[in-house]
């Protein structure tokens, strides 16, 4: 067999054959370039168009990537704006929270003055009943803190109901819109006197009854109905509501009525308790 020859060439040399021949063709062209010019056209001819698609591919690439570019730099922007938009929603629910709990304390404030005469601690209700009605709820606050069964609660606008247990650090409330609830009142502008019964199928229409008042009490609706002296556990001249339908009973011996209490006992979240129990009678 024979063996083939191996040709090395140096990279030198190729590069100087490469410069002189460009070399060589500048020069031919500037020397004959009228001559080429029909080659230069028939060149040109050929190129012009790939040129001209080349470009185009370029450009259209080129936006492509601009329009990408944009693209990420949009969802950047978008994902940085939703950051904020969650963090100011956060903090415009701190501040609305705020704004009910400081108007909350100013009804309790209001409520304090209304009742100055008597010592009270506030509290906040931790539970209810699962009814739509606050007819017996929980509140934060037991006998370590001074309270203690029987104690009258108030709330909104008077009174609200009474404690029923007190335990170390809860107390257990009844409010006057429950059933088994029967508060003794007196009309404040007659010292007329009657009771107040609780009803929670009543409560939808956003009243409970009032019952045994005398027929010849001279009463109209709109009175206001306090606590009165002759209650064993309220004390007397607290706000309970306002009175409508007033009717005569059937036997012609009392009349009936509807009230409207002055507590919004679809929403509670403070209260007040007056640390302070009324005295029992003694005969």
């Given at each position: 067999m024979r063996?083939?020859?191996?040709i090395?060439?140096n ?7 490469c410069?002189?021949l460009c ?7 500037f ?6 010019s029909?080659v230069k056209?028939?060149?040109g001819t ?7 698609g ?8 080129s936006?492509?990537l601009?329009?990408f ?21 956060y ?6 929270q705020?704004k ?18 008597y ?30 069964k ?23 409330v009844?409010?006057i ?8 009142g007196m009309?404040?502008?007659t010292?007329?006197?009657?009771v ?10 956003g ?8 027929k010849d009490?001279?009463?109209k609706?709109g009175?206001e ?15 309970i509501?306002?009175?409508s ?11 009936t ?20 129990l ?6």
């Amino acid at each position: 067999m024979r063996r083939r020859t191996k040709i090395n060439i140096n990279p030198k040399h190729v590069l100087i054959v490469c410069v002189v021949l460009c070399i060589g063709l500048i020069i031919f062209s500037f020397r004959f370039g009228e001559k080429l010019s029909p080659v230069k056209e028939a060149v040109g001819t050929v190129i012009t168009p790939m040129q001209v698609g080349i470009n185009s591919v370029g450009t259209f690439l080129s936006d492509k990537l601009d329009n990408f570019k944009s693209i990420n730099d949009l969802l950047e922007e978008n994902a940085t704006l939703k950051d904020q938009v969650s963090v100011l929603s956060y903090q415009n629910k701190l501040l609305t929270q705020d704004k009910y709990e400081l108007d909350g304390l100013r009804e309790l404030f209001d409520l304090d003055q209304k009742y100055l005469d008597y010592p009270k601690v506030a509290a906040r209700v931790i539970s209810k009943d699962t009814n739509n009605w606050y007819n017996v709820f929980t509140i934060d606050k037991g006998t370590r803190d001074g309270l203690a069964k029987n104690m009258n609660v108030l709330a909104g606008n008077g009174l609200a109901g009474i404690i029923t247990e007190a335990h170390y650090n809860y107390s257990v409330v009844r409010s006057i819109i429950d059933d088994n609830s029967s508060v003794y009142g007196m009309f404040l502008k007659t010292s007329d006197t009657c009771v107040v019964k609780g009803d929670l199928q009543l409560m939808d229409d956003g009243k409970i009854r009032v019952e045994l008042i005398n027929k010849d009490a001279d009463i109209k609706d709109g009175y206001e109905i306090v606590t009165s002296h002759i209650s064993p556990n309220f004390l007397q001249g607290i706000l309970i509501g306002y009175v409508s339908d007033i009717k005569l009973d059937a036997s012609n011996m009392t009349k009936t009525a509807y009230l409207t209490p002055v507590v919004d006992f679809e929403r509670l979240e403070e209260v007040l308790i007056i640390t302070e129990l009324k005295e029992p009678l003694i005969d």
